[in-house]
């Protein structure tokens, strides 16, 4: 398996524009976990799904975050609108049960 | 306050030397501990993930250890090689998957 992958690597965008991360998970994982990680507040769960669903978004900092699995092989994290403030490295990670969980290699965002 | 703490914040030890890092939590209840391992500009990879029942769980050269009842783990590197150049991450769940992070320790190994 080629692992969990994400796209962009980077993405650099301004203030105001709609920016949409994607993961594709572990083929058979049944987790997936969104996270932020920034230099002043480390890595931050944003949210995760259970076989599709979302079972925790509590870690959303607010309604300009939205996040979808609409099938097991895929998932987006949307910001709208993106501010500047949401400049960090957001990571994909998936797991089996609560076996070992698998990070993908993360999106660098950069809203100027 | 952080319900996860991890010292020292950073570190710097020579190539071959042991070291040992802490993380002590006052999450509860205890589901699982976990440490990482992320170098610069990398996803973190997982290192040992360690339930109520476990005091030591080794990988390769890593080690961790839990003390479930003083709610303190450790992370020991025996003969350290500058690839554990990096930041180690100690988490806690409780709760399904309800996880606290702590700030991680840098780690650099010198020649």
């Known amino acids: 398996d080629a692992g969990v992958i994400q796209s962009p690597r980077h993405e650099v965008t301004e203030m105001g524009q709609e920016v949409t991360l994607r993961c594709k998970p572990i083929?058979?994982?049944?987790?997936l976990f969104w996270y932020r990680q920034t230099m002043m507040r480390g890595l931050e769960l944003l949210i995760y799904?259970?076989?599709?669903?979302?079972?925790?978004d509590s870690g959303m900092p607010e309604d300009r975050f939205s996040a979808k699995m609409p099938n097991a092989s895929f998932s987006t994290l949307k910001i709208q609108p993106s501010e500047p403030r949401d400049s960090a490295v957001y990571f994909c990670?998936?797991?089996?049960?609560?076996?070992?969980?698998?990070f993908g290699p993360g999106t660098r965002l950069t809203v100027l | 306050k952080n319900q996860v703490e991890q010292s020292p914040q950073s570190l710097i030890i020579l190539e071959g030397k042991n070291c040992t890092l802490q993380?002590?939590?006052?999450?509860?209840?205890?589901?699982?501990l976990r440490w990482y391992k992320q170098d610069t500009g990398r996803g973190p990879v997982s290192l040992t993930i360690?339930?109520?029942?476990?005091n030591t769980k080794s990988n390769g050269r890593y080690t961790a250890t839990l003390d479930a009842d003083t709610k303190q783990s450790s992370l020991h590197i025996t003969a350290s090689q500058l690839s554990d150049s990096a930041s180690y991450i100690c988490?806690?769940?409780?709760?399904?998957?309800?996880?606290?992070f702590g700030a991680g320790t840098r780690l650099t190994v010198k020649p």
């Open positions: 990670a998936s797991q089996l049960g609560w076996d070992t969980q698998y």
């Open positions: 083929s058979g994982h049944d987790y």
């Open positions: 799904f259970n076989n599709n669903v979302p079972i925790d």
């Open positions: 993380c002590n939590y006052t999450v509860s209840p205890f589901s699982n």
């Open positions: 360690m339930t109520f029942s476990e």
């Open positions: 988490v806690v769940s409780h709760g399904g998957e309800d996880m606290r």
